[in-house]
């Protein structure tokens, strides 16, 4: 059993960083793929970013590569989520899941099986 907290979403500006942290409790998280995913109104959670147990592989959507990064530290069972020039079609509200397995680039919601609650980010134009 897993739980997981999201926390560093906020109200930004265009151009603007965050960094969203994803806390673990349970154990053998880090033997866990950890993806963060994005919920619109209106829309289903869309995959945004994933990372192996051990921080080597990486896998995200076009349209954050080079402005995002994933990783982790798992002494301190935390993933985290730079997000920089960030967009106003970034503004969503940003869920960590994860699932204990190998790594594949794993992009659908449903292969996860932990979630947390989520945290909500807003970029004003």
């Known amino acids: 059993q897993v739980q997981l907290v999201e926390s560093g979403g906020g109200l930004v500006q265009t151009g603007d960083s965050l960094r969203l942290s994803c806390a673990a409790s349970g154990r053998d998280f880090a033997s866990y793929t950890v993806g963060w995913f994005r919920q619109a109104p209106g829309n289903g959670h869309d995959f945004v970013a994933a990372?192996?147990?051990?921080?080597?592989?990486?896998d995200y959507i076009d349209s954050v590569k080079g402005r995002f990064t994933i990783s982790r530290d798992n002494a301190k069972n935390t993933v985290s989520l730079q997000m920089n020039n960030l967009k106003p079609e970034d503004t969503a509200r940003y869920y960590c899941a994860a699932v204990q397995t190998t790594w594949l680039p794993l992009r659908n919601a449903g292969q996860y099986t932990y979630w947390g609650q989520g945290t909500q980010v807003t970029v004003s134009s």
């Open positions: 990372i192996s147990w051990s921080g080597r592989n990486t």
